[in-house]
């Protein structure tokens, strides 16, 4: 199984959009990338942690390629806000793709140069390796599907 880490705002939305996609094998919901060992949601919304809300995707690449996760990704957030997606507004809630094999950088450098033709704003996800990643509290995994009513500014009916 292949695995990449993708920020996109809420992460309950992100999650619940990639567990339909055919080839996603598992998905989990954390934080990433910042400088708090083990951060809990409070801390990561109401303090300085450096982490980013985002979906550890475990994909199998038989069935799904990287591009093909990427240029999903691309349809539910907007990659040129900063810091913010829909009306989820902080640091926590920027757009990231942080790769965890460095083999995967260069599809993922070609798909954001791609889709950076659709915008006149700079692209503002940014491009990492994984340096951190803590799993988010057991109530925030598979969130939506425990909560069919609950908060989603991603539109999970985009092909």
């Not at 999903?72 to 965890?100: E, L, S």
Request: proline share 4%; net charge negative; with cysteine.
């Amino acid at each position: 199984m292949k695995e990449i880490v993708l920020a996109g705002g809420c992460f309950w939305g992100v999650e619940a959009y990639f567990l339909r996609l055919e080839g996603v094998v598992e998905t989990e919901v954390g934080y990433a990338n910042g400088s708090v060992e083990n951060p809990t949601y409070q801390q990561v919304c109401n303090t300085n942690t450096g982490h980013a809300e985002v979906c550890r995707i475990k994909y199998d690449e038989e069935k799904i390629r990287l591009e093909d996760i990427l240029m999903k990704f691309f349809k539910i957030i907007d990659p040129t806000a900063v810091n913010r997606q829909g009306p989820d507004i902080g640091h926590q809630y920027r757009t990231g793709i942080y790769y965890t094999d460095e083999a995967d950088l260069q599809v993922i450098l070609k798909v954001i140069g791609d889709e950076q033709s659709k915008y006149s704003k700079k692209i503002a996800t940014e491009v990492e390796p994984l340096k951190v990643y803590y799993p988010a509290e057991e109530y925030h995994q598979k969130y939506l599907e425990k909560n069919p009513n609950g908060y989603c500014h991603i539109n999970l009916n985009v092909d």
